[in-house]
């Protein structure tokens, strides 16, 4: 961390606040419910991790759900300070390396249809647009474009 890399470290309850603080300022009417993100990061069949600097500020936090051989990414927020630095992509490679330990054959992930960053990251990594979700992104009526990557055989 010395080098200003963040460190990257499963959350706990005890990460909801500044997790919360990342989804509301990300995400704004669309975002999560406190109690949803609560349920998240506590399920066996999820994983949610944290971006920290060096003083341990919440600068991005990202979570997966798999069961079985099928995955999603829930969700990943990087704070507006801390974009453009790698951050996002980091949390990502970190989903997917735990996608990989899980056994996961199929990710799925929905992203904004307004976010062309965050259409081009996934795309980066392997994931191809397969369809798009009308209006699903409420109270702003935004599409979802649906993304989907299959591990290597």
Same mark, same amino acid.
């Given at each position: *961390?010395?080098?200003?890399?963040?460190? &990257?470290?499963?959350?706990?309850?005890? @990460?909801?606040?500044? &997790? *919360?603080?990342?989804?509301?300022? /990300?995400? =704004?009417?669309? /975002?999560?419910?406190?109690?949803?993100?609560?349920?998240?990061?506590?399920?066996?069949?999820?994983? +949610?991790?944290?971006?920290? @600097?060096?003083? =341990?500020?919440?600068?991005? +936090?990202?979570?997966?759900?798999?069961?079985?051989?099928?995955?999603d990414i829930q969700t990943i927020a990087v704070a507006a300070e801390a974009r453009g630095r790698g951050i996002g992509r980091a949390l990502l490679a970190e989903l997917l390396a735990e996608a990989e330990r899980r056994g996961v054959r199929e990710l799925f992930l929905e992203v904004r249809a307004d976010n062309p960053t965050a259409r081009a990251l996934y795309a980066s990594v392997g994931f191809a647009e397969i369809g798009v979700r009308a209006r699903y992104y409420q109270p702003e009526d935004v599409d979802a474009v649906v993304m989907k990557r299959e591990a290597e055989r």
């Amino acid at each position: *961390m010395t080098d200003g890399t963040p460190a &990257i470290r499963t959350a706990g309850a005890s @990460d909801l606040d500044a &997790i *919360m603080g990342l989804e509301h300022a /990300a995400f =704004g009417p669309s /975002a999560w419910e406190r109690e949803t993100m609560r349920a998240e990061i506590a399920s066996e069949w999820g994983r +949610y991790v944290l971006a920290e @600097d060096a003083e =341990g500020r919440a600068l991005g +936090y990202a979570g997966l759900r798999a069961v079985g051989v099928e995955g999603d990414i829930q969700t990943i927020a990087v704070a507006a300070e801390a974009r453009g630095r790698g951050i996002g992509r980091a949390l990502l490679a970190e989903l997917l390396a735990e996608a990989e330990r899980r056994g996961v054959r199929e990710l799925f992930l929905e992203v904004r249809a307004d976010n062309p960053t965050a259409r081009a990251l996934y795309a980066s990594v392997g994931f191809a647009e397969i369809g798009v979700r009308a209006r699903y992104y409420q109270p702003e009526d935004v599409d979802a474009v649906v993304m989907k990557r299959e591990a290597e055989r």
